[in-house]
């Protein structure tokens, strides 16, 4: 069935440098996309979404790409800081329901 | 979270014994979903509510029932409670948009 995945289970950078988290997609159909960050102790906070008929979108120091060629799926974070670490996945959604499908999630760890 | 409280946030359980969940809104939302995470597999889907007394199936229902007699209360039920249903379970609320998810802070359920 249709599943969406991460690449990296852990990322670690250091303080300023520039993030991407990657996520791979098998469902064709999927129109939007959805990343969360999820920090210790916490239910999973919305980030930053896209829909399929744009290839990038910019929120505060994120930015989301989309290649559906591929398949896949790209969270970047500029000028990464301590409070950015915290586990981030994706989430996929491929009908016009309410319904998303979850990622496993990778780990981004900030080394001061 | 704000408008979205999970209780108990932790608890431990015999094998056997039968456990009820509480998850409560005050977003007058219409949709309430029940979710699952363990390492390796992200935000599993149990049993979703899409208004009073509506509920359906997610894709790791089996083990579980769901009840919502009030628009703000969704119940998640292990009838017999056994060790592979040790997890975090998070309670999610939607008014009906794929973006609009909130999720609350979830509850650490132990069966030993």
């Known amino acids: 069935g249709e599943s969406v995945g991460l690449h990296l289970p852990t990322l670690s950078v250091q303080e300023g440098d520039n993030s991407i988290i990657n996520c791979a997609y098998s469902?064709?159909?999927?129109?939007?996309f959805i990343w969360y960050k999820q920090e210790s102790g916490k239910g999973p906070q919305f980030i930053i979404d896209?829909?399929?008929?744009?290839d990038k979108r910019q929120g505060q120091r994120v930015t989301v790409l989309l290649n559906k060629t591929v398949k896949h799926l790209s969270l970047q974070i500029a000028a990464t800081q301590p409070g950015d670490s915290a586990v981030y996945f994706c989430?996929?959604?491929?009908?016009?329901?309410?319904?998303?499908?979850f990622g496993g999630g990778t780990r981004l760890m900030v080394k001061p | 979270d704000a408008g979205i409280t999970q209780s108990p946030r932790h608890k431990v359980t015999e094998t056997g014994t039968p456990v009820t969940l509480r998850c409560h809104q005050t977003e007058n939302h219409r949709y309430m979903y029940w979710y699952r995470q363990d390492p390796g597999h992200g935000l599993r889907l149990i049993h979703y509510s899409y208004g009073v007394k509506d509920t359906d199936k997610g894709e790791v229902s089996d083990g579980y029932s769901v009840s919502r007699s009030k628009t703000e209360d969704f119940l998640l039920t292990l009838e017999s409670a056994t060790s592979s249903q040790t997890s975090v379970y998070f309670c999610?609320?939607?008014?009906?948009?794929?973006?609009?998810?909130?999720f609350g802070s979830g509850t650490r359920l132990t069966v030993v």
């Open positions: 999610a609320i939607s008014p009906g948009d794929r973006r609009g998810y909130t």
């Open positions: 896209i829909r399929s008929n744009m």
């Open positions: 989430a996929e959604s491929g009908n016009a329901g309410n319904m998303l499908t």
């Open positions: 469902n064709s159909a999927s129109d939007y």
